[in-house]
């Protein structure tokens, strides 16, 4: 069974809306007109960010890691066209991204601004994640969502009372570390001791936006049986994994499971081949 997030919004796509909508609140409550944050140049977040503060009336400033490429791609295109200012910064100032010093660098040069992190995970994201099931009647023993950055599954996890288990797939190699920002991510929502998770790091394809032929394979016929689109870099790793895991029978029979789709198909036609 797919809960179909890409559908919340047309623009700002699946468990994207749900991290913005406490962030968006918290901005305007705090007298902010201006967002900034974080992302690589075919970032969702930063897509998704655009298009919300050009519906709510915010300025928004992208800082966007690499150098600028011209002509924009189409994900950057798109964050323009809806008025966010693209600010380029290096690598290694990219990996210092969220301290201080680079913060207030930023201050300097574009004033007060309300900050968002990376892939918009923080405390009030996780609120938000919180939600996606709510209202929800669909009854499943397995949620299993794609992990970037973990901020949408620790939103699953802070809603999950033990009910069912909560699986999720970092798309990055070497995720270890996701282990413990998903508890503190979690335990910002006010829940210490979260039980009934884990993550199945082997389903990354060699790392963040790496694909491999079986997975763009998997993604194809998987889009012609059942008519809903994937991307290779979160929905298509999600979707593979679950496939091979029933396969190798890891659930047991009669298990049912729900799968995030988490939308981001804006990117999906410059990251498939062919
Ligand atoms: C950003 C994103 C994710 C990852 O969400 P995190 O909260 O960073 O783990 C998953 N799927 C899609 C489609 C995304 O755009």
Redesign the pocket.
Known sequence: MIKRC?LVHPLI????WY?LKYNLLAARERGHDTLLSFGGAY???IY?LAAAAKEYGFRSIGVIRGERHQPLNATLQFASDCGMQLHYINRADYREKHSELVAERLRQQFGRFYLIPE???NAL?VQG?AEILQHDGTEFDVLA???????????LIAANQAQYRVI?IP?LKGADFLYQDIRQLVSSAGISEPKNWQLQLGWHHGGYAKTSSELIEFIRRFEQQQQIAL?P???GK?LYALYQLIQQQYFAPGTRVLA??????QGRDSLMPG
Not at 260 to 265: E, T, V
């Open positions: 890409d796509s699946g468990n994207k991290k970032s969702n977040h998704a892939g918009g995970s994201a994640c969502c794609a992990c970037g950055t973990g901020g949408t599954l620790a939103g999720g798309v991307e870099v979160y929905t999600l995030i789709h988490s939308g981001g198909l």
